[in-house]
């Protein structure tokens, strides 16, 4: 099953699952005579989890036959627009295959620790309380990496969320001006204590940060005390308010490693060294952390970001009375800059066989399986679950299956690693031939988008029919860059064939 155009090869779908307000409750669904699951439907459209959307519909689906489309007239989504057209959906849908879930195994074994599922939690607002945390452990995330706790509770602001946006799309990337737990230290243990007694096969990673040696070794010892399966050392918060907190810690290779060793001292624990990535070398550190005595990194945490400024106040958000501060970046934006870090710490010879808690930008079952092809064996979210609910799990879960499933795969730690062969040395590349560009005539809608890139921000290698609109390529001028292949919206235009470059076409395709 191979997806990886996905978004170009069923817009249709993939417009319209974006567009969807994924309601509590959905009206939808409530409304449908015919009983279909159709908000769980979308939502699997929506996180990119196709197979697990077609598995919900029923054999013989009703939806073109329906008269009543009272799951168009429930939309809540009518009142600000139009409704989403949740019948032409499904009928789409039922044109795409059904895969079956094969028995798979998606436990492994984290620093020692044995984890039900890779899919935790990450260290914020989503994991900050019992009542939070326990909800979610019951919808099925395997762990929290309980937000941070210090020796002093964070005077906060207001507020302290913002989000960028992209044309239509919400969330590409989220900033939060937010500092470490404002509970109690005493509600804090009381919260760990409690979860761990209630849900012991869960994993509780206590995220901690202090201010000097003593006291990261008095929390390590707290936590230790509390029931935490594993300590993880915030080294790497980007925006704490005292010098000599978060991120001022991660860029010391020095600090990092006195703060580990005062951790160690504290626990018995496996040790999480989180680190930062407002650095160049995230090695350095991450050296400095094992060497001191962490058994693992978690990379990254949010990235130093000033996110955008208001034209008319010329204030920048989150707005604080017309002021905000540099802040922490995440979100899907993040995904590619958290895959470099992961990659560069997993190709270096002292960390390749260290265990590597991944973050950054996951949304999806899809990201998560990217993190782990580039080596992490844990996963953990916070963004995705602020836009979307903890429910998103059950995508996480059910895609990850299908996945594993339909390509012959015994378990989830099967694909741990398996993309670090195929990223080398720019100089490694093969730089004597050239891929072409193929053109689909019969998916091509003329739309002109491939003509316009190339020219504009390529190699003016594609003209545009004056009938039809389909592109023309001049293959003496293409030097096969596939910006063509990465615009089109209708997926007609695919990696074609490959040829070295005395061999090279010369004549108009």
Known sequence: MNTSHLLYKEPFLMEEASGCLLCNDAPCAKACPHGLALEEMI?????????GAVNRLPDALPCAS??????????????????????????????????????????????????????????????????MVAKAFDMGWAGVAFKTIGMFVPNEVSPRFDALRKEALPFVGFKNIEQISECSLESNVSYISRLKKDYPSKVIIASIMGQNDEEWT?????????????????FSCPHMAANGLGSDVGQSPELVASYTKAVRMGTHLPILAKMTPNIGNMEIPAIAAIEA???????????????????????????????????????????????????????????????????????????????????????QVTTAVMQYGYRIIDDMIEGMKLYLSDHGYGGVSDIVGKALPRIIDADDLNRESICYPKFDRGKCIGCGRCYVSCYDGGHQALKQDKKTGAPI???????????????????????????????????VV
């Open 293 to 379: 005595g962490a058994t693992g990194i978690a990379a990254i945490n949010t990235i130093k970001c000033v996110m955008n400024v208001d034209l008319d106040t010329f204030s920048s958000g989150p707005d604080v009375e017309g002021k905000t501060s540099v802040g922490g970046y995440s979100g899907k934006a993040v995904k590619p800059i958290a895959l470099r870090f992961i990659h560069d710490m997993k190709s270096c010879c002292k960390l390749k066989h260290v265990p590597i808690s991944g973050m950054g930008g996951i949304e999806t079952w899809r990201d998560a399986a990217e993190f782990m092809a580039l080596g992490c064996k844990n996963i």
């Open 218 to 234: 008095a929390l390590a010892e707290m936590m230790t005390d509390a029931g935490a399966d594993i300590i993880e050392c915030n």
């Open 66 to 131: 329906c008269r009543t489309k009272e799951c168009l007239q429930a939309c809540l989504k009518a009142k600000l627009n139009r409704p989403v057209p949740i019948d032409a959906m499904m009928v789409k849908l039922a044109t795409q295959r059904k895969t079956a879930q094969k028995n798979v195994d998606l436990s492994i074994d984290f620093c020692g620790v044995h984890c039900e599922n890779p899919f935790f939690l990450s260290s914020s607002v989503v994991g900050s309380n019992y009542d």
């Open 473 to 507: 390529m001049d293959a003496a001028k293409c030097v096969g860059c596939h910006l063509c292949v990465a615009v089109c919206p209708a997926g007609a235009i695919v990696p074609g064939p490959r040829v070295q470059k005395s061999k090279q076409f010369k004549e």
């Open 43 to 51: 939502r699997s459209l929506r996180l990119e989890n196709m197979a």
